[in-house]
């Protein structure tokens, strides 16, 4: 069993910085993929990150070149860096792990999600 929690939500004008960081409890962080989705009102779920247990990662295309997602195994810890916000990245984000698998973009594959954090980019 893993629990997730996210933090390091919060309101930031268009251009500026978040770093969103997901806390696991357990022993076994090291062996899930992590992942990062985001729902805003009105639409669906949606991929925005992926590390995988060897450290590999992957974007989704709208925020490639702005967003960083990186781990950190020591502190049970997976982080999203967001920078150069539009308001179009506002939703809640959410973090999720998974066994290792394929299609790390589908958030039906994902065993363990947390309560969200919500991100508002103003205009």
């Known amino acids: 069993q893993v629990q997730l929690v996210e933090s390091g939500g919060g309101l930031v004008q268009a251009g500026g910085s978040l770093r969103l960081s997901c806390a696991a409890s357990?022993?076994?962080?090291?062996?899930?993929?992590m992942g990062w989705f985001r729902q805003a009102p009105g639409k669906e779920r949606e991929f925005v990150a992926v590390?995988?247990?060897?450290?590999?990662?992957g974007l989704a295309d709208s925020v490639k070149g702005r967003f960083t997602v990186s781990r950190d195994n020591g502190k049970n810890t997976m982080y999203l860096q967001m920078n150069s916000l539009k308001p179009e990245d506002t939703a809640i984000y959410y973090c999720a792990a998974t066994s290792p698998k394929r299609d790390y973009v589908r958030a039906v594959i994902y065993d363990y999600w947390g309560q969200g954090t919500q991100v508002t980019v103003s205009s």
């Open positions: 357990g022993r076994t962080f090291s062996t899930y993929a």
């Open positions: 590390v995988t247990v060897n450290g590999d990662t």
